[in-house]
């Protein structure tokens, strides 16, 4: 049976709600009488209770994904016995980064998979996988390449040895090789890869500056009043029947005209038809408000990092300190408006590889990243913020390092994790 919420004895309590209208976050007090459609039957659970903390990110652990949901200690993780297959690996590479934290526009995850099964023995990491990595994988018998930056971007219609990336996944694919690319979720995750190169100016309060959130269908909050009992069973009763009502979420209150206060949560899929539902009903209709619930943030994750420093460092040693971490004999640097090479620099934006969408704008003495176009550096520059360009992939290669020692950690010694020696930035300074 499908029955109405019943309201419960005691009073509202404010837990921490995270929603969002026209792109504004908002805390709202959630009802604790929260109910949820469960084997066709409102029945009374109280809501979860949502805490967030913004502890500074720690660089000497290993990084944390925290959610609503998820709280995973990628330390805790033992170490699998035997030998690995290709999804055993996966898996463990999906702990690592999980690849719902890449960006929407990338492509991420196994790129090439082999039809014959084989032992993962060796894996070859690369922060591009160009010709002569993959003489370098073949040449070692490598069973997985893991390519920071996706080989296989953009569709393919054919696979012709005339186009430099097809002759790469026909080559791969001959082979046996699987070819899996972490891209976007690596620079997302808590001691990522943003992490990783912020850390080279030294230590200091590092914040995201673009915020990762959970992954899952999107919510949307309906709230509306009903004049009477008969009424509001009425309305859930006609509700009971859209598809996916199980997951709906309810709350409600009795009011002091003796209505109902209904607070409902629903799916993106099931939106249109409870609207149509309500605004059928005249009195609803005119009380009806919905907002789009953001999903909770993962902290800690996203892309960019701003970095107050604990010891402010001059322009000239900040360039010294990330030739150092970046393994670089030359960088190129833009001197902002009435800087000097010993001008102090407090607050750091970095991005890495292409980083001007994601750090222009933000307020800081320092910018670090691969790329940025002319026009970009120039607007940074006229607002009095230095500039550190290192070129694209020279941002990011270092990070494999970390990330070797992590994988091999986990995969135990079945597992050869090796880093490409034939792997560097097409660009040089001669």
Known sequence: MFTRCRRFSGKLHLSCSISFRTSTFLCSPQLSTSHSFLSSLFAYSPGPRSSFQHPLPS???FPVLRSDRVIRYLSDFTHPAGHMDLQGVLDVLEQLAPLSLAESWDNVGLLVEPSKPRPIKTILLTNDLTTAVMDEAVAMNCDLIVSYHPPLFRPFKRLLQKDWKQRLAVRAIEGG???FSPHTSWDSIEGGVNDWLVGGMGSGQVSVL???HSCGPQKHRLEFSSMNEEE????LEQLRHIEGSETFKCATIRNESGGQQVNLTCNSSALTAAVQILVSNPHVSKSLNITQVQQPP????????LSVLDEPVSVSTAVQKMKTHLGLPHL??????QHTLDSMVKTVAVCAGSGASVIQGVKADLYITGEMSHHEVL????KGTSVILSEHSNSERGFLTVFRDRLAARLGDTVTVSISQRDRDPLQVI
Do not use: M
Not at 298 to 305: I, V
């Open 59 to 61: 660089r000497s652990r």
């Open 177 to 179: 090789i699987a070819i």
């Open 210 to 212: 673009s915020q990762s």
């Open 232 to 235: 509001l069973n009425s309305l």
């Open 298 to 305: 993962l902290l800690g994750c996203g892309q960019g990092r």
């Open 332 to 337: 190129r640097l833009a001197l902002g408006d």
């Open 379 to 382: 607007d940074a520059v006229s």
